[in-house]
């Protein structure tokens, strides 16, 4: 079992330290900035064995240069960007599979566009590294794909199987459940883990890791599907919609203008 734990960066995002407990060499997941890493890895003593990169956006790679200076590692990251992320070493897409011997699991990638043109996600049993694709109760703006490639990219992750860990790149919860509720005001599920939400925050703990079980049941852009938020995407767009692309459009730009 992987030992998870999230460093606080910049306004609102989370690098991830991925270690296996009976290991002292760990995977940083999108180093937005250094500073949070040299401090916690010269605070518990330990090595870096890898880089994971999502995709380009400066707050997912921003501190690795500082970091590559004082903890020299492969660097691992989408092949579609590599020529936005000169650090990259290996270069990787959908369908590839590699391993970390240090943390003794393999990552499978898998391709999720749509906030970035070449986003990747990782996975390993029971842990889905999702980058500015998915968080708990939402996903990220569509800056340089399409509504219809996004939905796509969330139709793979939503089909991982349902105890999968989701470990998104910003703490944006409450907002983000503050929305689900505006399109499902009478979901029980979604006022339950606003409760338990707010609870963590209150006393500064993160709210990641969310479950896929949970994101199903709570997480508007993972529900396109649904009778409840078809019909609120139908009042919102004032129309029949029965494309999942659309109605998932339909569904991010309100959340946009929210």
């Given at each position: 079992m992987?030992?998870?734990?999230?460093?606080p960066?910049?306004?609102?995002?989370?690098?991830?330290?991925?270690?296996?407990p009976?290991?002292?060499?760990?995977?940083?997941?999108?180093?937005?900035?250094a500073?949070?890493?040299?401090?916690?890895?010269?605070?518990?003593?330990?090595?870096?064995?890898?880089?994971?990169?999502?995709?380009?956006?400066?707050?997912?790679?921003?501190?690795?240069?500082?970091l590559?200076?004082?903890?020299?590692?492969?660097?691992?990251g989408?092949r579609?960007?590599?020529?936005?992320?000169?650090?990259?070493?290996?270069a990787?897409?959908?369908?590839d599979?590699?391993?970390?011997?240090?943390?003794?699991?393999?990552?499978?990638?898998i391709?999720v566009?749509?906030?970035?043109?070449?986003?990747?996600?990782?996975?390993?049993?029971?842990?889905?590294l999702?980058?500015?694709a998915?968080?708990r109760?939402?996903?990220?703006?569509?800056?340089?794909?399409?509504?219809?490639?996004?939905?796509?990219?969330?139709?793979?992750?939503?089909?991982?199987?349902?105890?999968?860990?989701?470990?998104?790149?910003?703490?944006?919860?409450?907002?983000?459940?503050?929305?689900?509720?505006?399109?499902?005001?009478?979901s029980?599920?979604?006022?339950?883990?606003?409760?338990?939400?707010?609870?963590l925050?209150?006393?500064?703990?993160?709210?990641?890791?969310?479950?896929?079980?949970?994101?199903?049941?709570?997480?508007?852009?993972?529900?396109?599907?649904?009778?409840?938020?078809?019909?609120?995407?139908?009042?919102?767009?004032?129309?029949s919609?029965?494309?999942?692309?659309?109605?998932f459009?339909?569904l991010?730009?309100?959340?946009?203008?929210?």
């Open positions: 992987l030992e998870i734990t999230a460093l960066a910049l306004s609102d995002n989370y690098i991830w330290v991925v270690k296996n009976g290991q002292n060499t760990v995977a940083i997941v999108d180093p937005g900035e500073a949070p890493v040299q401090q916690y890895v010269a605070e518990h003593g330990l090595a870096v064995g890898a880089y994971l990169i999502t995709h380009h956006h400066g707050d997912h790679v921003g501190g690795l240069d500082a590559l200076a004082e903890h020299p590692a492969p660097v691992y989408p579609a960007e590599a020529d936005r992320i000169a650090q990259i070493t290996d990787l897409a959908g369908g599979r590699f391993h970390l011997e240090f943390l003794g699991v393999d990552f499978d990638v391709d566009p749509g906030h970035t043109l070449g986003h990747i996600a990782y996975v390993s049993p029971g842990v889905l999702a980058g500015d998915l968080f109760g939402g996903c990220g703006r569509v800056f340089e794909g399409t509504h219809a490639q996004m939905q796509a990219s969330l139709a793979r992750l939503r089909d991982l199987p349902e105890a999968t860990e989701v470990y998104g790149g910003h703490e944006y919860t409450q907002k983000n459940l503050a929305f689900a509720q505006t399109v499902e005001p009478d029980q599920a979604i006022a339950t883990v606003i409760r338990e939400v707010d609870q925050r209150a006393n500064g703990q993160p709210t990641l890791p969310g479950t896929l079980a949970e994101e199903r049941e709570i997480n508007p852009f993972l529900r396109w599907d649904q009778p409840e938020v078809i019909a609120a995407a139908e009042r919102r767009a004032g129309r919609l029965t494309d999942a692309g659309e109605i459009a339909i991010r730009e309100w959340k946009n203008a929210s």
